[in-house]
């Protein structure tokens, strides 16, 4: 499809397919401690998004700027909707599980990064570079490894070692930084001025935000041509909520569905800036401190325009403690077999807590967005397994389950 980039914080548009990053007018103009400005979107030829509105055959792909080559290369969905029905009968809602946590490196990341290897292989580009905290990383070094592109990561060396094992493993190269995920940001923006191809980076490459509302498509086929009334959306800098709301701003353009689902912003109480933001109207940066490293984020990247989705859909934020968030997780496998990474159950800790303001027929989505085989770390100390007994028959009966 035609499209154009748009600026949402000053208007700036461009209608030429050339790589855009940040805003040329506003970008970077932000003040010092508040949320980056000039995120683009992109924006469709209205005549080319409405013929989809009769397609039978409607695919996710018919909703991307740039056609996925090989899809069977690296599958990126459709992933499972689970109803869990132990977890509906406790809470008497109609609530759905979207497991995004299936995708094949074990994150919702999956979804940006398959259409920004698609990107460079538009422009004849094979370098990548990006900073992440693991999930991002993990997710370009799987998909550069299936599309034969070179994958340069930064990454805080405080990274969960799980994730960047992965990468490592996925034939990137990983670059820890002795500092932030911010000094990674910087140093992986300095390399592509450096030495070219694309980069990556969340909600800098507006490709990202675009291709994590593959996942609102995928939905909205998956639940027979219609959307959920709300959808649970974890969060940290802020792009996967603005990736949920386009895949639904543009079913609405599209004449597929008549308004867009409620989205609830899920945040740590340790990493609120978003929500904070929401409530203030004052889009300041946080000291983040979450156990949930995936939406730990002091300065998210992707905040204005997170805050703006929250309120065009009528939505709101829900913050949670870490305790909650780590209880949730665990409450989750038990009652679903569902193990999902704490910034997931971030997601699920915010349901919980809002079950009593929903009606019961509300159809209610949660979007989980990571494996919890990503960060075992988090249970030592929590868990412990349960001691060896004799082999000997007369064991079985000191069992009292």
Same mark, same amino acid.
């Given at each position: ?184 940001? !910087?140093? #992986?923006? %300095?390399?592509?001025?450096?030495? &070219?191809?694309?980069?990556?980076? =969340?909600? *800098?490459? +507006? ?6 509302? !593959?996942? #609102?498509? %995928?939905?909205?086929?998956?639940? &027979?041509?219609?959307?959920?009334? =709300?959808? *649970?959306? +974890? ?167």
């Amino acid at each position: 499809m035609r499209f154009r980039y748009k600026c949402h914080d000053c208007g700036w548009e461009s209608e030429s397919d050339r790589i855009e990053y940040l805003c040329p007018v506003c970008g970077g103009s932000e003040k010092e401690g508040e949320f980056r400005k000039g995120i683009l979107s992109v924006i469709y030829d209205e005549d080319d998004i409405r013929k989809l509105r009769n397609k039978k055959d409607l695919s996710v792909y018919d909703f991307l700027p740039y056609s996925i080559e090989n899809p069977a290369w690296f599958p990126c969905g459709p992933t499972s909707v689970v109803q869990s029905r132990r977890i509906r009968e406790k809470y008497g809602r109609k609530v759905s599980f979207k497991m995004d946590s299936q995708l094949l490196s074990g994150s919702f990341k999956d979804r940006a990064s398959l259409l920004v290897a698609n990107q460079a292989l538009h422009f004849n580009e094979n370098r990548i570079a990006l900073a992440s905290t693991g999930n991002a990383g993990a997710a370009m070094s799987a998909i550069g490894a299936a599309y034969g592109l070179d994958i340069i990561l930064f990454v805080p060396y405080t990274a969960p070692a799980n994730k960047l094992m992965q990468s490592v493993l996925y034939g990137a190269h990983v670059v820890p930084v002795k500092g932030t995920y911010d000094d990674a940001f !910087a140093l #992986s923006l %300095e390399y592509t001025k450096e030495k &070219g191809g694309i980069n990556r980076n =969340t909600a *800098y490459n +507006p490709m990202t935000i675009e291709g994590k509302k !593959a996942c #609102s498509i %995928e939905l909205f086929l998956q639940l &027979g041509r219609k959307a959920p009334d =709300t959808v *649970y959306v +974890p969060t940290g800098d802020g792009c996967i909520l603005g990736g949920i709301y386009k895949g639904f701003y543009d079913l609405v353009q599209a004449g597929l569905i008549e308004k867009l689902p409620r989205l609830v912003c899920c945040q740590s109480s340790c990493s609120d800036a978003i929500a904070k933001a929401f409530e203030t109207g004052e889009y300041t940066n946080v000291k983040a401190t979450t156990i949930a490293d995936s939406i730990s984020v002091s300065s998210p990247a992707n905040g204005r325009m997170a805050v703006r989705a929250i309120r065009e859909s009528g939505g709101w934020a829900t913050v949670v403690t870490d305790d909650e968030i780590l209880a949730s997780q665990r409450e989750l496998a038990a009652l679903s077999g569902l193990f999902v990474e704490p910034a997931s159950a971030a997601a699920y800790a915010a349901f919980i807590k809002d079950s009593g303001r929903m009606d019961k027929d509300e159809e209610v989505t949660v979007l989980l967005t990571g494996t919890g085989f990503k960060d075992m770390a988090v249970f030592d100390g929590k868990i412990t397994l349960p001691s060896a007994i004799e082999n000997d028959k007369a064991e079985i009966r000191k069992l009292t389950f």
